[in-house]
């Protein structure tokens, strides 16, 4: 069963790796600082934005709750506006759609906007094992594309790399001349490149950040522009789009066109929203298909607390305040999903017994549930998923540590007990020397702090002296 | 009023000048301070860990061993929200209708110390006096979790000679998080590393949290490296006197 792709080492060893990498930590500290400052900007000058998150949170949750209804509905819409809907249980079924159509038209390449649904098929790798190639057209993507990597952040995929890289890499791939390193110049020589792809393109591949049941319309929202092309210049568009991204109706647009671009980019509006519905005589595509993706939805579904986590807008707010994810990046999540949403995301998507490293990269300190457009509770699906890697992993060593504690905690005397033991052991790993080459989780603590010492007195001894 | 100390296990063995300190300031606003025997731990390590039943099992004892106690105090923002906010989900994820019973009847009665003063007592000058400059760093749960708000800083600006200092990104997390501090160290060393670099560059004497957790990640680091400021629980603060 092909699922949400997951690759690397569990997260404490590829963050590790991250960590140590100077430039990264310094290019993420900046990036992530200027765009969490810019939403607080942004989100500062709307009055009624916690009336605007409950109803996010609310609509989603009405959508979560009834969606198979929902989909039907979002499908006679899209055929009765001359649009055809594929039914993807898994990401082969979804990139067969694509190559399909693109047999159909004779096309050799297909144009992509930026799109996570895409990436979390893998489908530029099954297209061009099927010797078809997929040219990435978000400026972002197209780097990463370049340069032989993943994305490393949901919003911006470059996000690990300066100006200075990306000149580098542009004058080593795309544009051999390149002699300067400032964005106008970085930007024009990407789109040089873009502009005759767009031009003989036949076939355009988007996501969706939402699809309205109603009328049958897709909504991509953008920075560059190069998502349009795509969308309006080739005969033929797949679209491939979550099942969890429906909204009921057209009025709900409303609520989500101000949460979205807010959160994610820190602008009022994002500079290109494009809505389509069907095709229109004339005007776009020709031919317009529809994928409505599960690949693990319906089973993140059926979790009752992790649910929630398919009401996630890809706004990526959480990315960019999470503590964790400023310091190592999204390629340490190993999956298209990182930083808090992915945390999450990956496992429920992926299925019980995985990606279990995942729900424990967090410090739980909550800075992502407060800024979550849809106000998902992630630290609380943190730890149910951490519940859940317990209860189906069965970690050995630590497993008997934690039940040992448990039973010491079950009785004061014998938390006591183990208080003046404690202390007692500490003394004698003092005089020897001990202290300083712990085992276990003792070692990763000492490597960079103290550790702290029972105390010569506990409370509950000074208590019961106090009391004599 | 009489009020139970509920001095949470890691003030206990490893703080317990911040235990000590909280009846001290308690007594002298004129309050009985009463401590329980039988308590032990919260369960919170087990819940954050994903040790589910083991969890639900000291949360049943806590509720039990505080069941008649009115008013319930901790030094520990992230105790206080464990029960206040956390032990409804255990409750539910282990399917126990008594726990989610005994914790909602527990949780509006335990309070966060500076929740009790400002918020229950009405208090803010507690009358300590200590010259210092110091660096008030606001824990995840006590921020985000409890969301005590400026209470804890009116606290600080009425002691005699205290001066309270900025300093970069306060409301970041420490990278303390119970076992993430092990599971994921060198990560939690990273965000440990830049909290004391932002710490120390405010030029305090003195750094303050209400979490027993967070000052020992973050005095660890300051021993380990050498230099810095020293830690106090906001209570030590409140509890000092003219020397």
Redesign the interface.
């Known amino acids: 069963m092909s699922r949400l792709a997951a690759w690397g080492p569990p ?2 060893a590829a ?2 790796e991250a ?1 140590h990498d100077p430039q990264l ?1 310094a290019n993420l500290a900046a990036a992530t600082a200027t765009i969490r400052d810019r939403r607080a900007g942004a989100v500062g000058e709307v009055a009624e934005w916690e009336q605007l998150r409950e109803e996010g949170r609310r609509i989603k949750a009405r959508t979560l709750g009834d969606l198979d209804a929902m989909l039907e509905r979002l499908e006679r819409a899209v055929v009765a506006r001359g649009g055809t809907v594929h039914w993807a249980p898994e990401a082969a079924d979804a990139a067969a759609v694509v190559l399909d159509v693109a047999r159909a038209h004779g096309a050799d390449e297909v144009v992509k906007v930026k799109s996570l649904a895409t990436d979390e098929i893998e489908l530029n790798e099954r297209l061009a094992a099927a010797g078809l190639r997929a040219i990435e057209t978000d400026l972002a993507e197209l780097i990463c594309q370049l340069g032989g990597e993943r994305s490393s952040h949901i919003l911006v995929p470059a996000i690990h790399r300066n100006r200075g890289e990306i000149a580098a890499l542009f004058r080593r791939t795309i544009a051999p001349g390149l002699d300067s390193d400032e964005p106008a110049d970085i930007a024009e020589a990407a789109r040089a490149h873009l502009r005759e792809a767009f031009l003989r393109a036949r076939v355009g591949v988007s996501g969706a950040n939402f699809a309205v049941a109603e009328t049958g319309t897709v909504c991509v929202v953008e920075s560059e522009g190069n998502g349009r092309m795509c969308t309006t210049l080739p005969e033929a568009l797949v679209t491939i789009c979550g099942i969890e991204k429906l909204l009921p109706e057209w009025r709900d647009l409303e609520v989500f066109l101000q949460l979205l671009p807010r959160s994610a980019t820190g602008e009022r509006m994002s500079p290109y929203t494009s809505l389509w519905s069907g095709v229109a005589a004339g005007d776009g595509p020709r031919e317009f298909h529809l994928v409505l993706l599960d690949n693990g939805r319906t089973d993140a579904l059926a979790d009752e ?1 992790g649910r929630e986590a398919l009401a996630c807008i890809r706004c990526s707010a959480c990315l960019n305040i999470c ?2 994810y400023r ?2 990046g999204g390629h340490a999540y190993g999956s298209v999903y990182p930083g808090p949403i992915g945390a999450i995301l990956t496992p429920l998507l992926r299925g019980p017994g995985e990606a279990d490293s995942l ?9 992502c ?2 800024v979550c457009p849809v106000k998902i509770d992630i630290p ?1 699906i943190l ?9 189906t992993s069965r970690p050995r060593a ?2 008997a540590a ?2 040992g ?2 039973r ?5 005397r014998r ?1 006591a007990r183990a ?1 003046r033991l ?1 202390r007692r052991a500490q003394r004698i790993g003092a005089r020897s020397g001990l202290m300083t080459r712990l085992p276990g ?2 070692a ?2 000492s ?9 010569g ?4 001894e ?3 002296g106090r009391g004599r | 009023m009489r009020i139970a100390l509920l001095v949470t296990c890691l003030a206990d063995t490893v703080m317990p000048q911040a235990a000590r300190a909280t009846v001290a300031v308690l007594e002298r606003l004129g309050h009985e301070v009463v401590f329980p025997e039988a308590q032990t731990c919260c369960g919170q390590m087990h819940l954050n860990t994903g040790y589910l039943p083991e969890a639900a099992g000291l949360a049943r004892r806590t509720a039990e061993v505080f069941a008649d106690h009115e008013v319930i105090v901790a030094p520990s923002a992230s105790c206080v929200g464990t029960i206040r906010h956390q032990y409804a989900q255990l409750a539910e994820e282990t399917g126990d209708e008594d726990l989610a019973r005994a914790a909602a009847e527990l949780a509006p009665r335990v309070f966060e110390l500076s929740e009790l003063l400002v918020g229950v007592l009405g208090v803010t000058d507690v009358g300590a006096v200590m010259e210092a400059r110091v660096a008030y760093h606001p824990t995840c749960h006590s921020l985000r979790v409890l969301r005590v708000g400026d209470g804890p800083r009116r606290l600080l600006e009425a002691v005699c000679g205290v001066e309270v200092v900025p300093f970069e990104d306060e409301e970041e997390c420490c990278g303390f998080g119970g076992t993430f501090a092990v599971k994921n160290a060198d990560t939690s060393a990273a965000m440990l590393a830049d909290k004391m670099d932002r710490v120390r560059a405010s030029g305090a004497d003195v750094l303050c949290a209400l979490d027993a957790s967070c000052l020992m990640q973050i005095g660890g680091g300051l021993r380990r490296r050498g230099g810095g400021p020293r830690t106090a629980h906001l209570a030590e603060i409140l509890a000092s006197g003219p020397a």
């Open positions: 997260f404490p963050a590790r960590l930590r607390v503590p964790v310091r190592t729900p424990y990269a967090s410090s739980l300190c909550s800075a549930a407060d609380r730890v149910h998923l951490r519940g859940r890697a317990v209860a630590e497993g934690m039940r504690l448990a010491v905690f079950a009785d004061e938390y208080q404690a989780p003792l990763a603590w490597a960079d702090r103290e550790l702290p010492e029972v105390a007195e506990t409370f509950r000074w208590w019961a």
